[in-house]
Structure formats: structure tokens, C-alpha cells
């Protein structure tokens, strides 16, 4: 079956501190990875897609950047991070055939 | 990328009422409209899917009832619960971007009172 994992589920970070949350899939192969961010009253903004090993679309300008190492690993990082950055961070995939997303659990960054 | 107006914002219901929550999109790539129920701390589940070859879809007690010449879709709860209660998102897919990319109404908050 596939699932998804997302860690670390919480994190509180130092303004100007990196950041890197991970994300992988199990049981498909090539999905479509994708990262939003939650802010309150703000729904689901989508920061990063990818389609494939190394091709990372960004679809808005911010202080993050994303990679993908693996088929089935997706990364969100940043080198500094700003106050602005806290929220809800999920990560999803879809595969092509699978017109729906399945999201992983989340993670809650609180920057101080 | 394309808008997904969402509405209302929150909405309480007692219990046994029938909340409705709309949608409104613009141009999309495909036909497919996905609801996603989210309780607090989690990340958001789909609850309910549409593909308009037909005009409402019913899965236990959630309906989605969908106006393809207004471009408009709708979730309906019946014999609401307090279970019910998390925050609902509507989503339509986007042209372009190069992936099958979905964007998202701003959610509702439904509070279903005992």
C-alpha cells in the first residue's frame, strides 16, 4: 500500500537557523511530490512540485528551496530562516493515473 | 494560477442540520473536484471526488452537488455530527505548471454543535 511519512511532526527554530524537513513515499514509483504551507485563515499554499528526480518547480519567490535526491524524497530547505517562514508545512503526492493527493501528517515549524 | 473562491469562512450547525459549503473556479485543466476534510494538527485527507459526467456524487452522508455552466461545486453534509467538525477544503486542477497541480479554496471551519 502506499503511504507517506513526514518528519519531524513539530519543530521551533531560531530565526536565521537552516531548516530541512523530509518527506517519502512508499509503495509507487514516480509520483508528482509536492510541498504547501498552511497559514491560519490563508488555506493551502503550494510552495515546490516536482515530476521527477532533480526537476523542481517553484511556484512562488520565498526564503526556501526544495530538492529531490530520490524518486520517492522530497526536501524542504532553507539556510536562514525568517520569522515569517512559521506554519504548517505538508507534504503531498499524486501519481499520474491518481487524479487525487494524498498528504503526509505535517509539520508544525514555530520560528522565534 | 487559477482562483478557488470558497465560502463561508466558518459555519455552526447544530447537530442533524445540513451545512453547505461552495465553491467557485475559473478555467481548469480537467474536470475533478476533490473535497479534503482536515482535523486540527493533521494533514488535510480527501473525503469526496467529483469527475462531472454527472451532477452530484453521494458517499454516505456527503454529497457533492456540481454546476458545470456556472463552474461552481458544493458540499453537503447530512444528519450533521459533532465528529463532522474540521476545517473543509475545496480544490480544482490548474492548466499549466507542468504537474497535475490542484489549487485550494481558502477552507471552511464547520463547527457542528451537540
Known amino acids: 500500500s502506499q503511504t507517506i511519512h513526514q518528519w519531524p511532526a513539530t519543530l521551533v527554530q531560531p530565526v536565521g537557523s537552516p531548516l530541512s524537513l523530509e518527506c517519502t513515499v512508499e509503495?509507487?514509483?514516480?509520483?508528482?511530490l509536492y510541498w504547501y504551507r498552511q497559514a491560519a485563515g490563508r488555506g493551502l499554499q503550494l510552495l515546490f512540485y516536482s515530476v521527477g528526480i532533480g526537476q523542481i518547480s517553484s511556484e512562488v519567490p520565498q526564503n526556501l528551496s526544495a530538492s529531490r535526491p530520490q524518486d520517492r524524497q522530497f526536501i524542504l530547505s532553507s539556510k536562514k530562516l525568517l520569522l515569517s517562514d512559521s506554519g504548517f508545512y505538508l507534504c503531498?503526492?499524486?501519481?499520474?493515473?491518481?487524479?487525487?493527493?494524498?498528504f503526509g501528517s505535517g509539520t508544525r515549524l514555530t520560528v522565534v | 494560477q487559477q482562483q478557488v473562491k470558497q465560502s463561508p469562512q466558518s459555519l455552526i450547525v447544530q447537530k442533524g442540520g445540513i451545512p453547505i459549503i461552495n465553491c467557485a473556479y475559473e478555467n481548469t485543466a480537467f474536470d475533478y473536484f476533490p473535497w479534503y476534510q482536515q482535523f486540527p494538527g493533521k494533514g488535510p485527507a480527501l473525503l469526496i471526488a467529483i469527475r462531472p459526467d454527472v451532477s452530484e456524487k453521494k458517499e454516505g452522508r456527503f454529497t457533492i452537488s456540481f454546476n458545470k455552466s456556472a463552474k461552481q461545486f458544493s458540499l453537503h453534509i447530512m444528519d450533521s455530527q459533532p465528529g463532522d467538525s474540521a476545517t473543509y477544503f475545496c480544490a480544482a486542477p490548474y492548466s499549466g505548471g507542468g504537474a497535475d497541480g490542484l489549487t485550494f479554496g481558502k477552507g471552511t471551519h464547520l463547527i457542528i454543535q451537540p
Open positions: 503531498a503526492y499524486g501519481t499520474v493515473n491518481d487524479y487525487g493527493y494524498t
Open positions: 509503495g509507487t514509483s514516480n509520483p508528482n
